[in-house]
């Protein structure tokens, strides 16, 4: 059974996949991109301070 840490990490993880297709992709218009950008900033920090955190 995944420990509460690695089923964080695999959440972030699946978010930040999720984000970085949409900034990607051709569906989504620019003016939404700055936005996503920062939600992608925000959760990459959030996964940093996770490993950081359980080392």
Same mark, same amino acid.
């Given at each position: 059974? $995944?420990? $509460?840490?690695?089923? *964080?990490?695999?959440?972030?993880?699946?978010?930040?996949? *999720?984000? +970085? &297709?949409?900034? #990607? =992709?051709?569906?989504? !218009? !620019? #003016?939404?991109? *700055? $936005? %996503?950008?920062?939600?992608? #900033?925000?959760? %990459? &920090? !959030?996964? +940093? =301070?996770?490993? +950081? &955190?359980?080392?």
């Amino acid at each position: 059974m $995944p420990t $509460p840490y690695e089923l *964080e990490k695999a959440r972030l993880a699946c978010f930040i996949t *999720e984000l +970085q &297709d949409l900034i #990607d =992709g051709h569906n989504v !218009s !620019s #003016d939404l991109k *700055e $936005p %996503l950008k920062d939600a992608l #900033d925000d959760a %990459l &920090d !959030s996964l +940093q =301070g996770l490993e +950081q &955190d359980h080392a």
